[in-house]
């Protein structure tokens, strides 16, 4: 007799979008919007954030207070090792990360860094510090998961940089 297991990866929910968003920008009306990225967006995007999009199509929402802009956030879809994560970035008006929310991993719970870790995106600029062992901390045993996070967070404050002088 044969007995043959499976292991099937479950995706986890971590935090909901509504929950992220309402953690960003608390009080704030929402708007989102799609984005259709033209190629030379996508290579502005890319360079500045020196990480390919996962995808040209790109989920933006508006956060505005009594109608004044008060921040944006992007959602980015990625694979980490060979599992999906998505990540919600939170961006200031001044095009700071406010903060970066995992909103859905499919990896192992063990590889997914702490909460209090992703407080180490909040206030930093797209530099050459944003990067994992200079401006980001590492995290052992998560090594390719700090990575995609701050990848994704590049990404992130790369399109809003290369898009938000076109918001009104």
Known sequence: MTLLFTSVAASSVVISQKEALERAFPGATLERKMLYLEKSQIESIQKLARSRLPSPIVTMILARESGKLVGRAYIDTH???????????????????????VLQFAEPMDYLPREKWLTTFDGKPLDNELWPGRGVRRVTGATLTVQALTDSVRRSLAIDQVIHQEIP
Do not use: H, N, Q, Y
């Not at 998505?86 to 700071?96: H, I, K, M, Q, S």
């Open 79 to 101: 694979t980490v090792r060979t599992m999906p994560e998505t990540v919600l970035t939170a961006v200031r008006p001044d095009g700071r990360a406010k903060g970066a929310f």
